[in-house]
């Protein structure tokens, strides 16, 4: 069954401390995206992927770091310079470039306590 | 910078009904414009991609419009039913990345 899983659903944070978001992806495909999406906003870019073991930023990079290390996953990891974390965050991955219908993970809920 | 508007915000018609929804760009240099729909709490589906060089496209009682040198694309969606109701959200594609709008947030009445 191919599709994009991003776990944890819901994750819950302390101030000051880093989480990683997952997201893995069965469907051959080259590149992989963060988004966040706050509400009453469209999707903001974070980090995108075009290839294995190469990573560009996106529109709100800062406090944020990704690895490509498998053309498979494509972690996030929020740490603690990110100053408001509080959001649903979208991973998505196409065949080739950003021209390239999207596809989109089920999403993760992140909660800073 | 390329911004997306999707007006109106939010949108409630009785079950039958046509559903038009707008989306406008401000920057027509795009590759191709995407219109998605997200469930509450759950990610995105595609549910139609048009190149920039067409004009529309169509998938089942979806059809999109798009007209590039005005920055307007438009979703309709024949005799509506309930479980229509989601968020629609269109994107446009300019060089490396996909620029979304807020969504309308649509609500079919049975």
């Known amino acids: 069954d191919g599709g994009i899983t991003q776990s944890p659903k819901y994750l819950f944070r302390k101030e000051g401390q880093n989480v990683t978001l997952s997201c893995e992806q069965n469907?051959?495909?080259?590149?992989m995206y963060w988004y966040r999406q706050d509400p009453g906003q469209g999707l903001r870019l974070i980090y995108y992927?075009?290839?294995?073991?190469?990573?560009q930023k996106g529109d709100i990079a800062e406090g944020y770091s990704v690895s490509r290390e498998k053309k498979e996953s494509f972690p996030l990891t929020v740490t603690s310079a990110q100053k408001n974390p509080t959001a649903f965050y979208l991973c998505?991955?196409?065949?080739?470039?950003?021209?390239?219908?999207?596809?989109f993970g089920p999403g993760t809920r992140l909660t800073v306590l | 910078k390329q911004e997306v508007t999707q007006i109106p915000a939010a949108l409630s018609v009785p079950e039958g009904e046509n559903l038009v929804l707008n989306c406008s760009f401000t920057?027509?240099?795009?590759?191709?414009l995407q219109w998605f729909r997200q469930d509450p709490g759950k990610g995105l589906t595609s549910l139609l991609l048009?190149?920039?060089?067409?004009r529309e496209q169509t998938s089942g009682r979806l059809n999109a419009s798009l007209d590039k040198s005005s920055g307007r694309s438009t979703l309709y969606i024949a005799a509506s039913q309930p479980g229509d109701s989601a968020t629609y959200l269109c994107?446009?594609?300019?060089?490396?990345?996909?620029?979304f709008g807020a969504g309308t947030t649509v609500t079919v009445r049975a």
């Open positions: 998505a991955s196409s065949m080739t470039g950003t021209t390239d219908t999207q596809y």
């Open positions: 469907l051959n495909h080259d590149a």
């Open positions: 992927s075009q290839i294995v073991n190469d990573f």
């Open positions: 920057d027509s240099a795009i590759y191709n």
């Open positions: 048009i190149q920039s060089s067409q």
């Open positions: 994107a446009v594609t300019n060089d490396y990345k996909l620029s």
